[in-house]
């Protein structure tokens, strides 16, 4: 007899594994003749897909969080695993392989070169993923037109507004079509209304598939995102669901005014 119901094989697939996982991590530095606590046993899942901002005061830990994320620094103690790749068990190679095709960065300052044109920066990260300069100025040129610069390709850093250096940067960021999008304070340097046209991107590329961590203090900036994570000396004291579903509707209905 065939069964009554018909049961979707998805929904008995086992869920897949987060993408960054971290467990019991601490990090400590040497300070004079003692130690300096940065984090503290933390234990955090991020799945694929997820929108979130790491949030707390200065000194709480959301920096070392940062650089644990972007595999630019490994635990004192516990473990992290990122795209199932346990970090500390990495070579310097491997690591730098690691963040060049799963990671793309986006920063306060935008990190350009002052005397290269959008589409050379852009072109940067694929020096090692794609040879052929032909492939690699293609791949720039789509990023910069999703970003909403193809106009702007052969402007040098002095030519764009604040806004714009950030969204070659974020094009910068995504020209390795990485997993994971790690931005730190990335409207920390713009006004208002630009802040909220680059969270508003953020969020149309998180739609996308790709997964977004934004460390930052600002509450406005934490409320565009899907979930705040909050440290204080070390330690997450928070892990919730954000307002997103209010605050970008908000968003986008300045931007369209």
Same mark, same amino acid.
Not at 141 to 153: C, I, P
Not at 218 to 222: D, F, H, K, N, T
Not at 226 to 229: A, H, L, Q, T
């Given at each position: 007899m065939?069964p009554?119901?018909?049961?979707n094989?998805?929904?008995?697939?086992?869920?897949?594994?987060?993408?960054?996982r971290?467990?019991?991590v601490s990090?400590t530095?040497p300070?004079?003749?003692g130690?300096?606590?940065?984090?503290?046993d933390v234990?955090l899942d991020?799945?694929?897909g997820e929108?979130?901002a790491i949030m707390?005061p200065?000194?709480?830990?959301?920096?070392?969080m940062?650089?644990?994320?972007?595999?630019?620094?490994?635990?004192t103690s516990?473990w992290?695993?990122?795209?199932?790749?346990?970090?500390?068990?990495?070579s310097?190679g491997?690591?730098?392989v690691?963040?060049n095709?799963?990671?793309?960065?986006v920063?306060?300052?935008?990190?350009?070169l002052? =005397?290269t044109?959008?589409l050379?920066?852009?072109m940067?990260p694929?020096?090692?993923t %794609?040879p #052929?300069v032909r492939? /690699?100025?293609?791949?720039a040129?789509?990023?910069?037109?999703?970003?909403?610069?193809?106009?702007?390709?052969n402007?040098?850093?002095?030519?764009?507004?604040?806004?714009?250096q950030?969204?070659v940067?974020?094009?910068?960021?995504?020209?390795?079509?990485p997993k994971i999008?790690?931005?730190?304070?990335?409207?920390?340097?713009?006004?208002?209304r630009t802040?909220?046209?680059?969270?508003?991107?953020f969020a149309?590329?998180?739609?996308?598939?790709?997964?977004i961590?934004?460390v930052t203090h600002?509450?406005?900036?934490?409320g565009a995102t899907?979930?705040?994570?909050t440290f204080?000396?070390g =330690?997450?004291?928070?892990d919730?669901?954000s307002?997103?579903g209010e605050?970008?509707? %908000?968003? #986008?209905?300045?931007? /369209?005014?």
């Open positions: 065939k009554d119901v018909l049961i094989e998805t929904q008995c697939a086992p869920a897949a594994p987060p993408l960054i971290l467990r019991r990090r530095y300070m004079g003749d130690t300096v606590t940065a984090l503290d234990s991020i799945a694929q929108f979130v707390g200065s000194g709480s830990g959301k920096s070392t940062m650089n644990m994320i972007g595999a630019l620094d490994v635990p516990g992290l695993l990122i795209d199932g790749h346990e970090v500390a068990q990495l310097a491997e690591q730098a690691l963040r095709r799963t990671i793309g960065f920063f306060q300052q935008f990190n350009l002052p =005397r044109t959008a050379q920066q852009v940067l694929c020096l090692y %794609r #052929r492939d /690699a100025e293609a791949a040129r789509r990023r910069l037109e999703q970003v909403g610069l193809g106009e702007r390709l402007h040098r850093p002095n030519q764009l507004s604040g806004g714009q950030q969204r940067a974020i094009a910068r960021a995504l020209v390795n079509n999008i790690l931005a730190d304070e990335p409207t920390g340097a713009l006004d208002t802040s909220e046209e680059i969270m508003a991107l149309g590329l998180n739609t996308q598939g790709i997964t961590v934004i600002e509450p406005s900036v934490a899907k979930r705040v994570v204080r000396d =330690r997450i004291v928070g919730s669901t307002k997103r605050a970008v509707p %908000r968003i #986008r209905e300045r931007l /369209a005014s």
